[in-house]
């Protein structure tokens, strides 16, 4: 019998470190040059989504790597002011209400940030 494993690519996106002075990091995408990777801090948990509102498919960040939160419960978007649960990625007020951002998978090894495709 023949047993197919599947390796996972990681690329490292950044180190659980550079989470100590803000909760909110803007990282570029290795998988699409003209996009970036919003990675956001909870309760000693990363969440990574794409860094576009489905609003509209702009960045949320009011200038490149500065996010909106509010009491580190919803992040928001700078342009009309959606909000999304951080755990979920889910719109739970504003215009794309219902729609969620694109979660992206990570896995922290050894205190690097990686993604995983
Ligand atoms: S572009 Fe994000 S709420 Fe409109």
Redesign the pocket.
Known sequence: MTQTIQLCEQIKLCEQRDFEETNCLRVPNPNNKKKSILIIKKDNALYAYENS??????P?DYKKGKFHTYKNEVVM??????MFNITTGECID???MGHSLTSIAIQIVDGEVFLIN
Do not use: E, K
């Open positions: 509102c489905p609003h509209f498919s702009i949320l978007c700078a342009h009309h002011s959606a504003g215009p794309c």
